[in-house]
């Protein structure tokens, strides 16, 4: 921190006594230092991240701190009151008070200043100096680092781990996350006074700070070597499964700064009897990819792969649908050359139905605009989490421009992924750490993307595109037809799962360059995805005895999901019965899909189901397809259905329990 604070930035006789006088007087001495251009912007700036989280910690400190435009360089100051001004410390006021200011967008700034400063605050040495000091330029130049503490003394703190080791024991071991609203300093605080409270203790503490930056994965062998867990968090702890079957305490961010030793404690007596956590593999969070693919709960390639690109295309399918139905809404109202029209921004007249739907497509063509970059840039994200966004929206965007379309958006983002995972193998010093997810991270993997996208893959894939969707704009007549059954049998065999998604996402992806074939496509996917809960909800109304209670009761909401596109509305009725449900809506899928394909059914949205009809090419016909699909699956799952015959049984005993229907039903 050595360009960090001068003397004239402490203030060792803070006369303030609120929170707001303590910021003013110490943005006044930035100001005076050519730290801050506007006093009362900055001033701003502090509290509106103050009203986001007190920033007072037990122990007689406070630590406001902001981003800002009006800062010109990364600057700490330093109050000491005598008086003690409420930070909102659970404890009382504080009187060691320091303002950090850092540039805006200065991400890497901020972090190196408060996760440096936030390990020095754990040291009650450091402390204790700064409270005795009375010379402004000695305590500068403490709080740079230039004066060095004295080592602890013999028996305490950091030799009791080697005490313990020395003694052949194995030490208790424990692996925690910290946490925070910001993911800055509290964060970084509670990391260091549980990893110093697990030095003093003798346990070996190992922490992952999920920042403001993304965060590195605990190595899986030393959560599988841990006797506890500890959470330290006022948000969501990301990838929870990991911990799965370990004693568990956690409790928020605030508990970890100021409780550590007692966190530690009830960590050991959960192990001690034996508590184990009850975290389920639905708290698991996406999985990152990275490590070495040990563990028990790490997923096959190819489901990761696919979980990879759903993450892309559940991004992207917002603006789709955005963009899409704007698209359709303007061709409604202006016929198809309003695609044509000069920029509304240069000719827009309120009274003419024509300048409206000109609004209407460049607005929904300003959002497809950004369908290639949000699939490249999540589909990264989905792997390597927030370092990974840059690089792969610049993918994305370079795709773009060298006509990739899709397919590179997608070759895009597994690229960036994929660098940022290696990048983030490299190990670094722990002074670098702070700045390598938001600046070191972002610049090489996006130059290395880059790279990559125009020099090497970027043509090749553009030529891949290029032969899609001249193979999507040729089908006709028993081609398109035989896409058609393929594409409804896919979305309905599994409901919602993996052959599902896939033929949606190709669906969904054709939308990013849309072309007569790709909306085709899109209908005839969007079509079959509608039969299995629309048969099931028709098969209970015609059928009623064929199925029971609880199911006539699914059977009346299938209505709504199906109507909606939401074929898992089908799925309890394929759960109990799924030999004749199953190929029964296949079926039904198959003929919607070929109908559709055959009628040239056009959409350009989505999702939406019957809501968005009035939108789609060739209406009436659509609509034909689907109730023709729904009756082929109803017939065949009620002939399945009462085609089993019933099988006469004994009664019970007398004394014996169960059902009091002397009949079973099986197979015919």
């Keep these: ?255 970890g700064i100021n409780r550590p030793a007692e966190l530690i404690a009830e960590a050991r007596r959960k192990a001690e009897r034996g508590e184990i956590a009850a975290v389920s593999e639905a708290d698991g969070g996406k999985d990152s990819g990275d490590g070495d693919g040990s563990g028990a709960d790490r997923a096959h390639f190819g489901v990761r792969l696919r979980t990879y690109l759903m993450s892309g295309v559940s991004y992207m399918v917002p603006f789709v649908a955005a963009g899409g139905l704007l ?15 000069e920029s509304v921004a240069d000719h827009f007249v309120w009274g003419e139905a024509d300048s409206w739907a000109a609004l209407l497509n460049q607005i929904g063509s300003a959002a497809f605009a950004f369908l290639v970059p949000v699939l490249a840039g999540y589909i990264a994200y989905g792997m390597a989490d927030r370092p990974a966004l840059v690089p792969g929206f610049v993918g994305g965007s370079i795709a773009l421009t060298v006509n990739a379309g899709f397919l590179g958006g997608l070759v895009a983002g597994l690229l960036a992924g994929a660098v940022v995972m290696a990048i983030q193998r490299v190990p670094v010093h722990a002074t670098l750490r702070g700045i390598m997810p938001v600046l070191v991270i972002p610049l ?21 595109q290029s032969g899609l969707t001249d193979w999507l704009n040729g089908l006709s007549g028993s081609n398109a037809v035989i ?100 190929p029964s809506v296949m079926a039904g899928g198959a003929v919607t899909g070929a109908l559709s394909m055959a009628f040239g059914a056009t959409l350009r949205a989505p999702h939406g189901g019957v809501f968005v009809v009035p939108l789609i090419g060739e209406p009436f016909l659509y609509l034909l397809a689907i109730a023709a699909g729904t009756l082929v699956a109803t017939a065949l799952v009620v002939l399945l259905k009462g085609a089993r015959r019933a099988v006469p049984v004994p009664a019970p005993e007398a004394g014996a329990t169960g059902s009091d229907d002397s009949r079973v039903t099986v197979a015919a």
């Design 327 to 341: 698209i359709a809404l303007s061709f409604a109202i202006g016929g198809y050359e309003t695609a044509s029209a």
């Design 444 to 464: 090489i993997a996006s130059a290395v993307v880059g790279f990559l996208m125009f020099i090497v893959v970027g043509k090749p894939i553009a030529s891949l």
């Design 1 to 255: 921190m050595s360009e960090l604070i001068t003397a004239e930035l402490v203030d060792l006789d803070l006369s303030a006594t609120t929170k707001d006088a303590a910021a003013r007087s110490l943005a006044e001495r930035m100001v005076a230092a050519h730290r801050v251009t506007d006093l009362d912007g900055f001033l701003a700036d502090v509290a509106a991240r103050e009203a986001q989280m007190p920033t007072g910690l037990d122990g007689g400190i406070g630590i406001p701190h902001c981003r800002s435009e009006h800062v010109t360089a990364p600057t700490l100051a330093f109050g000491r009151s005598g008086a003690g001004i409420d930070f909102g410390a659970a404890d009382g006021p504080a009187d060691l008070i320091f303002l950090i200011a850092a540039p805006a967008g200065a991400d890497d700034d901020h972090l190196t200043i408060l996760s440096g400063l936030a390990r020095r605050l754990m040291d009650p040495e450091f402390t204790a100096a700064l409270r005795a000091g009375t010379d402004p330029a000695a305590v500068a130049a403490l709080i740079r680092g230039e004066e060095p503490t004295e080592e602890p003394a013999p028996g305490t703190g950091e030799s009791e781990p080697e005490a313990v080791e020395a003694a052949g024991s194995v030490p208790f071991r424990i692996v925690a996350v910290t946490s925070c609203p910001t993911g800055i300093a509290h964060t970084y605080m509670a990391a260091e006074s549980l990893t110093a409270a697990g030095r003093a203790e003798g346990v070996e503490v190992t922490v992952e700070t999920q920042g403001s930056g993304g965060f590195k994965k605990l190595d899986p062998g030393v959560v599988a070597a841990a006797d506890a867990v500890i959470w330290a968090h006022d948000v969501e702890v990301r990838e929870k499964s990991r911990f799965r079957g370990k004693p568990l305490v956690d409790v928020g961010v605030k508990a």
């Design 483 to 582: 896409l058609g059954v393929v594409l409804g049998l896919m979305m309905c065999f599994d409901m919602g799962g993996p052959l599902n998604k896939v033929a949606y996402a190709f669906a969904v992806g054709g939308l990013a360059d849309p072309t007569d074939g790709s909306l085709k496509v899109m209908a005839a996917v969007m079509a079959a995805g509608m039969v299995p809960p629309l048969a099931m909800a028709l098969a209970t109304t015609v059928r009623k005895k064929l199925f029971t209670k609880t199911e006539r009761e699914n059977g009346r909401a299938a209505w709504v999901l199906g109507a909606s596109f939401i074929t898992e509305g089908a799925i309890p009725f394929a759960a109990a019965d799924p030999l004749r449900v199953i």
